[in-house]
């Protein structure tokens, strides 16, 4: 996907379009995206984990995979076939600059749904002109048309999301359900720097207590769980990239130090992350 060897996780051009049929180079390994990519199944199945959450790709499935998401490839069909648009997040950022962040947030919680057979001509139409400008590298309008076609996709998005799903699900439901969404959101942008309740609890202004009870009400987990999870998550995904050493790894996600990681991981996962990356590391 994106690109052919470490294909999510950098877009060594400025965006990518086209057919992905082979997986097996990606299989079961973790990436995450610094841009972002959209994704139509032409053909067979694939499953899915994006951002902790498991997916079923059948035909006439489109993903939308914003920038900082997180995605393993745990299996697919031998006749899996999609096509794709991959993004870097600048161009993400300017072409999606007029929508609402409630959007985007519907997006992140909702990343893929089947269209109806009706609804797929716009998506196809997109991805084909978005292939060909990408073949055509002597264009000197080339960036600005991808952009274009990026927001055209986006619009077109929009406008299959408020077709397709309630507004109140969009849009927010009850004052727990809006707490909670905010509270994923506030995660994902933070779980790399902060993994206590309280600072969460605060974002949000409620107490810890009131936090903690709305997510045991939503999913199960206590919001402490929660972060953890997420928190695990990013650790894999470094430790899997296999370039950083341990410290580097506790340095970028604000541990104390390698040791302090290491017993964090090791409660969570079983096992030290030394043997989590000679395990899993590409």
Aim: charged residues 25%.
């Amino acid at each position: 996907m994106e690109q052919r060897n470490s294909n999510l996780a950098v877009l060594r051009e400025p965006f990518i379009a086209g057919i992905d049929e082979e997986l097996a180079p990606i299989m079961h390994h973790l990436w995450k995206l610094e841009g972002g990519a959209i994704y139509f199944c032409r053909r067979g199945w694939a499953h899915v984990t994006i951002d902790l959450k498991d997916y079923e790709v059948v035909e006439n499935t489109q993903l939308v995979l914003l920038p900082g998401t997180i995605i393993r490839i745990n299996g697919s069909s031998s006749d899996f076939t999609a096509s794709f648009f991959g993004f870097p997040k600048e161009m993400f950022i300017e072409a999606c600059m007029r929508f609402e962040p409630i959007f985007f947030r519907f997006i992140k919680e909702h990343p893929c749904y089947v269209l109806p057979e009706e609804n797929t001509g716009a998506i196809n139409g997109l991805i084909r002109a978005t292939t060909a400008i990408y073949k055509d590298r002597e264009n000197r309008f080339r960036n600005q048309i991808a952009k274009n076609h990026l927001q055209s996709f986006m619009l077109d998005i929009y406008d299959k999301c408020y077709r397709h799903f309630d507004a109140q699900e969009i849009e927010g439901g009850s004052r727990q359900d809006e707490i909670f969404k905010n509270f994923i959101a506030l995660v994902h942008t933070n779980c790399t720097s902060q993994r206590e309740v309280t600072f969460y609890a605060d974002k949000l202004c409620i107490s810890t207590k009131y936090l903690t009870g709305i997510c045991k009400s939503v999913t199960g987990d206590s919001a402490k769980k929660i972060i953890d999870d997420f928190t695990i998550l990013e650790i894999k995904v470094l430790l899997q990239s296999a370039e950083l050493t341990i410290q580097e790894i506790a340095d970028r996600l604000s541990f104390p130090d390698q040791s302090y990681l290491g017993r964090y991981f090791k409660r969570h996962e079983g096992i030290s992350p030394k043997e989590y990356q000679s395990k899993y590391s590409i």
